[in-house]
């Protein structure tokens, strides 16, 4: 095994714009119920946020509720 140093500001970051902020986005995905042994419909709700320190996008999900029929 071999390290090789890079000098860190040599390598190009692109420049991302200020002020953007967090924002959610909302899917409707058909997924397995474990309990009920069963296909359902679920509404899933994801946060999207800007990771400045890391340079990359962050998507996790927030909240999930079954989609009335």
Known sequence: MS???ID????PVPAFP???GVHWETEN????????HASEERELV??????AE???WR?????QRKVKS
Request: proline share 0%; glycine share 6%; net charge positive.
């Open 3 to 5: 390290a090789v140093a």
């Open 8 to 11: 860190a500001q040599a390598l």
């Open 18 to 20: 200020a002020g953007v």
């Open 29 to 36: 995905r058909t997924v397995w119920n474990e309990q009920q």
């Open 46 to 51: 994801y946060e999207i946020s800007w990771i």
């Open 54 to 56: 890391l340079g990359v």
């Open 59 to 63: 998507r996790f999900l927030r909240s």
